[in-house]
């Protein structure tokens, strides 16, 4: 069984249709959170984590 969260960022009204992930030593798994019994994506977790940096480094440059 996977322990899947919610970004910290979700609130309150339109911050509950986001993504959810649950994490692995060797995965990350990737699911909507309005259909969580629908097909999930699942990463390696060194692809998953460089895909975030690449994500927050693009926030800080804008």
């Known amino acids: ?3 899947w969260r919610k970004s910290s960022y979700s609130g309150d009204g339109d911050g509950d249709n986001c993504v959810e ?4 030593p ?3 798994a990737v699911r909507d959170s309005k259909t969580p019994t629908r097909a ?21 440059s804008v």
Do not use: D, E, Q, V
Not at 40 to 60: E, V
């Open 40 to 60: 999930t994506l699942t990463f390696p977790t060194p692809s998953f984590t460089a895909f975030i940096g690449a994500l927050k480094r693009s926030r800080r």
């Open 21 to 24: 992930i649950a994490t692995t």
């Open 1 to 3: 069984m996977r322990n």
């Open 26 to 28: 060797t995965h990350t």
